[in-house]
């Protein structure tokens, strides 16, 4: 029919490994409390590796939202994240694109 399946908040209250397991999106959207402060927690940082893996392994695309400093970005951006949420890309507007700060190239983040 067209239409693509994703996950929201996974790792948060009912979006867990029991959902993917019983149900295979096309997207995961990891949330937000697992990125915050990525760049500065090893265990966050072994965590969405090991999501990152799994959900590669799965063919399913990963988008980590919440994303809000330079540091987080180039955290994700260093261990391959392509999808990235969050004010370190744009601000939310509505109907409107925000122009994105804080980024550059596909794979940079910027001070």
Do not use: H, W
């Not at 009912?14 to 402060?37: C, E, H, S, T, W």
């Not at 966050?44 to 990152?52: Q, S």
């Not at 999808?83 to 700060?101: D, K, M, N, R, T």
């Amino acid at each position: 029919m067209g239409f693509r399946t994703a996950i929201d908040d996974f790792g948060a209250g009912y979006a867990g490994l029991n959902l993917l397991a019983q149900f295979q999106p096309d997207i995961v959207k990891l949330d937000m409390d697992l990125i915050r402060g990525i760049d500065r927690d090893p265990v966050r940082r072994r965590i969405v590796r090991g999501l990152l893996e799994m959900l590669g392994d799965l063919d399913i695309q990963t988008v980590c939202e919440g994303v809000e400093t330079a540091d987080e970005l180039a955290t994700l951006a260093d261990m391959g994240v392509r999808y990235i949420q969050g004010y370190a890309i744009a601000a939310p507007a509505f109907e409107s694109l925000a122009a994105p700060v804080g980024f550059v190239g596909p794979a940079r983040a910027v001070a």
